[in-house]
């Protein structure tokens, strides 16, 4: 079955510290995928999404992803965090034409100022 | 342009007692879903919908309806409410599998059930 892993569910930095969360999908064929942020209270947001192209992709707010096919990984990175980045991310795979989203179980960022 | 939204915001039901959420959307967006989000499970697929008259199960479907008579809206029922349906319920859409699916969320209905 398709699946989405988080690899860190609770994450705690300090701010200015760089931040990488994992992100793998078991999928071999063409995906899209996504990164959205929820902060405490909130709807998800998109951050940034891979369709094609130029496998870096820059979202909003600082943040960036890299898709690597060959490690089936979609990893988020931002260089030096804020204390107003403290929220959940998820990672979120469609492979191909499929009409719906596979999501991982999300990652709690908690930046302390 | 609202995007998408959900009414109510909050409610708390009683075991057994019914109750519908609303969701609309005003983007011309084909897709709809319904999840539910709970502590440490991420986010689980209810039931959606790929277009006006159409809907499908996700993963977690038992204990709710769906009905979409209207392109803009997405209704999610619960005929006897239990207490394992105490959550978070978010609907999203999306354009459909045309534009990678990207989906767009509602700002989320709390329910508790008693």
């Known amino acids: 079955a398709q699946s989405v892993s988080q690899h860190n569910h609770h994450v705690i930095l300090s701010e200015a510290a760089s931040l990488e969360l994992g992100c793998n999908y078991s999928?071999?064929?063409?995906?899209?995928l996504f990164w959205y942020v929820q902060y405490p209270g909130q709807h998800l947001q998109l951050l940034l999404k891979y369709f094609s192209g130029d496998p870096l992709v820059k979202g909003i707010k600082g943040f960036e992803a890299e898709f690597i096919k060959s490690k089936f990984s979609f990893n988020l990175r931002k260089p030096s965090v804020q204390w107003s980045d403290t929220a959940e991310y998820f990672c979120?795979?469609?492979?191909?034409?499929?009409?719906?989203?596979?999501w991982g179980l999300g990652t709690s960022l908690a930046v302390n100022p | 342009n609202a995007g998408v939204t959900q009414t109510p915001k909050f409610r708390v039901l009683k075991t057994g007692q019914s109750m519908t959420l609303l969701c609309a959307q005003d983007m011309n967006h084909e897709y709809m879903y319904w999840y539910r989000q709970d502590p440490g499970m991420g986010l689980r697929l209810i039931h959606y919908?790929?277009?006006?008259?159409?809907?499908a199960k996700g993963e977690v479907p038992d204990g709710y309806n769906v009905s979409r008579l209207k392109k803009q809206n997405f209704l999610l029922g619960l005929e006897s409410a239990a207490p394992s349906q105490t959550s978070v319920y978010f609907c999203?859409?999306?354009?459909?599998?045309?534009?990678?699916?990207?989906?767009?969320f509602g700002p989320g209905t709390r329910l508790t059930v008693l």
């Open positions: 999928y071999g064929g063409t995906v899209n």
């Open positions: 979120g795979c469609g492979p191909g034409n499929n009409r719906k989203l596979i």
């Open positions: 999203a859409s999306s354009y459909g599998t045309s534009q990678g699916n990207e989906q767009f």
């Open positions: 919908s790929v277009g006006e008259g159409t809907t």
